[in-house]
């Protein structure tokens, strides 16, 4: 039987999930789905002033609001210390590792020489074959990884290919420091194996780590896992994508009214693609996904590509889907609470409901979808904004007058027998329908801009519809 895939996402608890580990994320995801395989999560919170659990939360928060899950639960890189340890005894065991006493700052001028001499700096090995009898009293000593002076170390990568380092550049780095904790380099290889994972996909950042990591898994005489590092996300000018492109972090796309599904389906274009297909759905994504499709070049985030997507998934999202993110947008969003609980009283969550078809249409975003559906939950006599005012004239209002008793005549308030009607008014009049239609819509909703009035109609109602009417006219 063929070897079942386990992927894993490894973030450290930085009080967010980043737009880049997300995206990491759903690579492990989409690889391990279409494998029928499994994708863990692992916590690297050996920082313990970082790895609070807010910090935790956070990142699972991102995760569960992108609709990624993962198998069991999330394992605590820190909790596993131990195990750490006794790899590190395996490894001073069968030779591959050994103590280093000396103090950090001979490990700095070591360095400075190296330097000084056009080396690269790096530790000379002074205690790589010297005896342990000669440990100095009272010094607490790292251990280093014995490394190959000579040949080289490949890393067979899936995205990358072939990548060749030389041993000679892979110094006898540190596994455990002299208070005994054990580096990331030795932790994430001894979890990985542990964890039975068989694809490393992750950062391109990480190649280096790579090499390293794959000295240790030969040391400890076990497989190792394939891997895959994938290009990292640039802004729009190029460079590395950081705070002064605008949000990083998951939680503020939520914020910013973006859908899971079109975060999902934009990360996943990320540095990925199928044929020139745009927009997937999440089984196209699992069905088509693999890495060699992945390019090397970096991507570009694209805001206006995101926001595109997001008002077609607004559009393409049925209603009743639509209100469940919406109210989740609603919880994270200053003001959402007012607008929640107006919601929360079955007959208004109904209103918004018939409302929404209209509304989708037109926004592209959540926060646009909040705005233009104001009308629904603003108290009367409306606020009105300054186009509404400059449409509300004393010819307006009169017109509005007329229009009230009108309407007050339709015996079945559907939307043909509303537009029949209003139609019919105007053209009695000679009036355009403009001249009729916006101070209905500037009435109604306070605004010079809005969903089709006839939708607006609807949604209010008779009794809150003629009143509003009422409110402007004369
Ligand atoms: N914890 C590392 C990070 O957040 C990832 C380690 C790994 O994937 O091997 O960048």
Redesign the pocket.
């Given at each position: 039987m063929a070897q079942k895939i386990v992927t894993?996402?490894?973030?450290?608890p930085?009080g967010f999930l980043h737009i880049g580990?997300a995206r990491?994320a759903l690579f492990n995801w989409l690889f391990a789905k279409h494998a029928g395989g499994k994708m863990l999560l692992r916590i690297?919170d050996t920082d313990r002033a970082r790895s609070t659990q807010e910090a935790v939360d956070a990142l699972v928060d991102g995760l569960s609001w992108l609709g990624l899950d993962w198998d069991g639960d999330p394992i605590s890189q820190f909790s596993r210390v131990d195990r750490h340890k006794e790899a590190v005894e395996q490894m001073l065991a069968n030779g591959s590792a050994y103590r280093c006493y000396c103090s950090p700052e001979e490990v700095d001028a070591m360095r400075e020489k190296a330097r000084a001499e056009g080396r690269p700096p790096r530790y000379d090995g002074t205690w790589r074959d010297r005896d342990q009898s000669e440990a100095p009293e009272g010094v607490a000593p790292v251990v280093r990884l014995k490394s190959p002076n000579e040949g080289e170390t490949i890393v067979d990568d899936m995205v990358q290919g072939r990548v060749v380092i030389p041993n000679k550049d892979l110094d006898d780095f540190v596994l455990t420091r002299s208070d005994g904790t054990p580096t990331?380099m030795l932790a994430?290889v001894v979890d990985?194996h542990d964890m039975g994972v068989t694809h490393?996909i992750?950062?391109v950042?990480?190649l280096t780590?790579a090499a390293r990591?794959t000295l240790i898994f030969n040391a400890l005489g076990w497989n190792v896992p394939a891997m895959a590092h994938i290009p990292l996300i640039h802004g729009p000018d190029g460079a590395k994508l950081s705070k002064r492109h605008g949000a990083t972090g998951a939680e503020a796309y939520r914020a910013m009214g973006y859908l899971p599904q079109a975060m999902r389906n934009y990360l996943a274009r990320l540095g990925w693609s199928h044929g020139d297909e745009e927009i997937m759905s999440l089984d196209d994504m699992i069905k088509w996904f693999g890495m060699d499709t992945v390019g090397q070049s970096a991507a570009r985030f694209d805001f206006k590509k995101l926001e595109n997507l997001n008002g077609h998934y607004m559009r393409a999202t049925d209603d009743s889907e639509l209100l469940d993110h919406w109210k989740v947008y609603l919880a994270h969003v200053e003001n959402g609470e007012t607008i929640l609980n107006w919601l929360s009283a079955t007959e208004n969550e109904k209103t918004a409901l018939a409302a929404l078809s209209g509304l989708k249409e037109r926004a592209k975003t959540l926060v646009e979808l909040t705005q233009s559906a104001s009308y629904l939950w603003r108290q009367r006599p409306l606020d009105k904004d300054e186009k509404a005012e400059k449409i509300l004239t004393d010819e307006a209002k009169s017109i509005l007058g007329e229009l009230h008793d009108t309407l007050n005549g339709v015996v079945d308030w559907t939307s043909e027998n509303l537009e029949t009607s209003v139609k019919t008014y105007a053209e009695e009049k000679e009036l355009k329908l403009g001249k009729v239609a916006q101070p209905l819509r500037a009435a109604l909703t306070g605004r010079g801009t809005s969903p089709g009035i006839y939708d607006v109609l609807i949604a209010l109602g008779r009794d809150e519809s003629l009143g509003r009417i009422k409110d402007q006219s004369v």
């Open positions: 894993r996402f490894a973030p450290s930085t580990g990491t690297e990331y994430v990985d490393i992750r950062g950042d990480h780590n990591q």
